[in-house]
């Protein structure tokens, strides 16, 4: 018995230690980025740009679709979402390979902002998370959100809800069909999938998912989602 516990108390000495210097490598890059540039900063530079969308602009249903696809628990839960989070890690352990990140739109907005070239995976979540918590501590979720929309990346060169309403529909965001809204909420998960450009079928397919999510959530009911019209290049 006496073994035993050594055992696992020498396994949890080994985890406390790998974790802590997981951590500091990840804060490490965190603080590196942000002493080249403070978030304020950074911010800042991407509200100035000419391209920049309020959140006000944009029809309330692609930003429920957003939230809906992306993030549901978005607006009830912090700079992470210990749920999607905890799913994540169990996925990943099962698989024997990091697939799911279990990232909030805060995250995801992180990394948009600071961490997009890092390829160091487990560093540039560990960042994230901190990061994570400034934006929430210094920014309310809309404005968040907000950044978020006009950092994404949509494919064929488009960052942001303009650029990709401008470039793959010839309009402005405001403009957006309910139908173009569900499409383009679907694209940043896997650009180079699902862009209009890129396989069509797969865009439908896509759109079909953030469709069934925003009914699922209760942004939309089934008659409502019916109604919709599939995207057609």
Excluded: W
């Amino acid at each position: 018995m006496k073994i035993i516990r050594r055992i696992l108390l020498s396994i949890l000495i080994i985890l406390l230690i790998v974790m802590s210097v997981l951590y500091l490598n990840g804060k490490k890059l965190y603080e590196s980025k942000i002493s080249e540039e403070p978030i304020e900063e950074k911010v800042q530079a991407i509200r100035e740009n000419e391209n920049y969308t309020k959140l006000s602009d944009v029809p309330e249903y692609y930003k429920n679709a957003v939230i809906a696809v992306e993030d549901h628990r978005y607006y009830n839960h912090g700079a992470i979402d210990p749920i999607a989070l905890t799913r994540a890690v169990v996925s990943n352990i099962r698989q024997g390979a990091f697939k799911e990140g279990g990232s909030t739109i805060t995250q995801q907005t992180a990394k948009n902002l600071y961490f997009i070239d890092e390829g160091n995976v487990v560093n540039r979540k560990i960042a994230e998370i901190i990061m994570s918590y400034e934006l929430e501590n210094k920014y309310s979720k809309d404005d968040i959100l907000e950044l978020y929309i006009n950092t994404i990346y949509f494919g064929d060169g488009y960052y942001g809800i303009k650029e990709a309403c401008n470039g793959y529909l010839n309009k402005e965001p405001s403009q957006m069909t309910i139908s173009e809204a569900t499409m383009l909420a679907g694209v940043p998960n896997a650009p180079s999938v699902y862009a209009p450009t890129a396989n069509i079928d797969l865009t439908i397919s896509r759109q079909k998912k953030v469709i069934s999510s925003m009914v699922k959530y209760e942004y939309l009911s089934q008659e409502e989602a019916d109604q919709i019209e599939l995207y057609v290049h």
